[in-house]
Nanobody
């Protein structure tokens, strides 16, 4: 099982970016999928998450600006980021809680490779 993230880049403050993440491999089911970010010198923090049923959770700092969406059939999530601020600059990681083939249990330690988002002022 692996997660492949794409998107990110450099944008001016007020601009928009879209991140995508796809899970692949021998997957029985996926519970929660989400995006985390880590800025230099800071701890990794949850940005947004979405359950298989479509329930979403956002960090207070991104509410009203970011939107997470999911395609259960394709095992993908997207993060639409609008009204970006310099403080959104970070490496963004996708994460998924997955039950892999051959296991009765879900694992929460599946991470994508990280993608850089830089917002200039």
């Amino acid at each position: 099982v692996q997660l492949q993230a794409s998107g990110g880049g450099l944008v001016q403050a007020g601009g928009s970016l879209r991140l995508s993440c796809a899970a692949s491999g021998s997957i029985v089911s996926i519970n929660v999928m989400g995006w985390y970010r880590q800025a230099p010198g800071k701890q990794r923090e949850l940005v947004a998450s979405i359950t298989s049923g479509g329930s979403t959770n956002y960090a207070d700092s991104v509410k009203g600006r970011f939107t997470i969406s999911r395609d259960n059939a394709k095992h993908t999530i997207d993060l639409q980021m609008n009204s970006l601020k310099p403080e959104d600059t970070a490496v963004y990681y996708c994460n998924a809680v997955i039950r892999p083939s051959g296991s009765w249990y879900y694992r929460s330690d599946y991470w994508g490779q990280g993608t850089q988002v830089t917002v200039s002022s």
